[in-house]
């Protein structure tokens, strides 16, 4: 089975731009999860969406935007790109019970973005 | 709001020895699961294994286990007979059953040598 993929892998921006990252979870996973990982750092959540809603927003600013499709793939955009925007940007989906979830993520490999 | 910290940001272990990465944490969540993921150059993030907070045996997973003290609220890594692929950067995170989201440590880059 075809794991957690994203798209594009790599991609450069100057800043000021708009970026859509891409994402289509583990066949099956209901809940689509964004975190950003800065260079040396720890992944800082973004966003969580289960069955096409907004389940949990992390502490990033309003450019931050994302949103779930009826096959469960997701989209993460962000806007008026900054030079601190530049991480990589790493989806996750998961088979999670509203309420009960075990919290098990399945990765993909990540998109690098790099702003300039 | 969870904290996560892992205090080692480097480690390294020859090859075939025993090896652990420390990590804490601070909630005021009863129920949560607790997990070890490690990071390889490749990027893909890879469970290695969780706790669940209410259960008091340390999990194991081939030859990886953990030290979990609730009390201390602790959780703790061990890698027996390390190998030169479990080479890379190892997250703890916490994730609370009513909640929605991961939280991470910084991690620990832990180097195994020939």
């Known amino acids: 089975d075809a794991g957690v993929t994203q798209s594009p892998t790599h991609l450069i921006k100057t800043r000021g731009q708009q970026v859509t990252l891409r994402c289509s979870p583990i066949s099956g996973h209901k809940s689509v999860s964004w975190y950003q990982q800065v260079l040396g750092q720890g992944p800082q959540f973004i966003f969580q969406?289960?069955?096409?809603?907004?389940?949990g927003r992390g502490n990033f600013p309003d450019r931050f935007s994302a949103r779930q499709f009826p096959n469960y793939s997701s989209e993460l955009n962000v806007n008026a790109l900054l030079l601190g925007d530049s991480a990589l940007y790493l989806c996750a989906s998961s088979f999670i019970k509203q309420g009960s979830g075990t919290g098990e993520l399945f990765f993909g490999e990540g998109s690098r973005l790099t702003v300039l | 709001a969870q904290t996560v910290t892992q205090s080692q940001p480097e480690m390294s272990v020859q090859e075939a020895e025993t090896v652990t990465l420390s990590c804490t944490y601070d909630t005021s969540e009863n129920n949560y699961y607790l997990f070890w993921y490690k990071q390889p150059p490749s990027r893909q993030m890879i469970l290695v294994i969780r706790?669940?907070?209410?259960?008091?045996q340390n999990a194991t997973e081939n030859r990886f286990s953990v030290n979990f003290q609730k009390a201390a609220k602790s959780f703790s890594l061990k890698i027996s007979d390390s190998q030169l692929g479990d080479t890379a950067m190892y997250f703890c995170a916490f994730w609370p059953t009513s909640g929605s989201r991961l939280t991470f440590g910084e991690g620990t880059q832990l180097t195994v040598n020939p």
């Open positions: 969406y289960y069955e096409k809603e907004e389940r």
């Open positions: 706790q669940e907070a209410y259960k008091q």
